[in-house]
T-cell receptor, first 113, second 113 residues
Framework: AQSVTQLGSHVSVSEGALVLLRCNYSSSVPPYLFWYVQYPNQGLQLLLK??????LVKGINGFEAEFKKSETSFHLTKPSAHMSDAAEYFC???????????FGAGTILRVKS | NAGVTQTPKFRILKIGQSMTLQCTQD?????MYWYRQDPGMGLKLIYY???????DKGEVPNGYNVSRSTTEDFPLRLELAAPSQTSVYFC????????????FGQGTRLTVV
């Protein structure tokens, strides 16, 4: 069975600072991993995904994530936060064979000016 | 625009009432999903379908029903609304079962009073 843990339900950074959102996963099979972003009152938008190719995955809006099997982590980073990055971010795992995504609880990112 | 369309966007129901949340996609995806999102809980799978005429339960199916008579439509039915069903509901579709190309709708915010 798969599970996802997102460390920190709220993260606050200053504009221009590094964004780091943490995600650890558990999976009995090689996982597919995803980061989604949800802006207020909107649906989920895919930021990036890992599907067993390159371990460093680049996504939209300057975000990237690195798959570290030894640490069972898939942390999301962005070198310089922008006000428009304020949103809720979800990490999710799929085993590629099952019929669902397992989501973490989400991390709300606040960007201070 | 191509994608997943959910209606209505907002709804208030009284306890015991019934309603159908509509979901339609125009991408000819075989796989469709209903998730509910509760604060601090991420998204949980309610029901899914792997093609027209085929549906199956997810993690939290109690109190809901679905049907899939066409590839495009995947309505979610609440028969006897309860306050515990207050949530935001997301429909998603995918051309494959691993979710790597999944699209999410904008969500339906349901309040049961």
């Amino acid at each position: 069975a798969q599970s996802v843990t997102q460390l920190g339900s709220h993260v606050s950074v200053s504009e221009g600072a590094l964004v780091l959102l943490r995600c650890n996963y558990s999976s009995s099979v090689p996982p597919y991993l995803f980061w989604y972003v949800q802006y207020p009152n909107q649906g989920l938008q895919l930021l990036l995904k890992y599907t067993s190719a390159a371990t460093l995955v680049k996504g939209i809006n300057g975000f990237e994530a690195e798959f570290k099997k030894s640490e069972t982590s898939f942390h999301l980073t962005k070198p310089s936060a922008h006000m428009s990055d304020a949103a809720e971010y979800f990490c999710a795992v799929s085993d590629g064979y099952g019929n669902k995504l397992v989501f973490g609880a989400g991390t709300i990112l606040r960007v201070k000016s | 625009n191509a994608g997943v369309t959910q209606t209505p966007k907002f709804r208030i129901l009284k306890i015991g009432q019934s309603m159908t949340l509509q979901c339609t996609q125009d991408m000819n995806h075989n796989y469709m999903y209903w998730y509910r999102q509760d604060p601090g809980m991420g998204l949980k799978l309610i029901y899914y379908s792997v093609g027209a005429g085929i549906t199956d339960k997810g993690e939290v199916p109690n109190g809901y029903n679905v049907s899939r008579s066409t590839t495009e439509d995947f309505p979610l039915r609440l028969e006897l609304a309860a306050p515990s069903q207050t949530s935001v509901y997301f429909c998603a579709s995918s051309p494959n079962r691993d979710h790597t190309e999944a699209f999410f709708g904008q969500g339906t915010r349901l309040t049961v009073v």
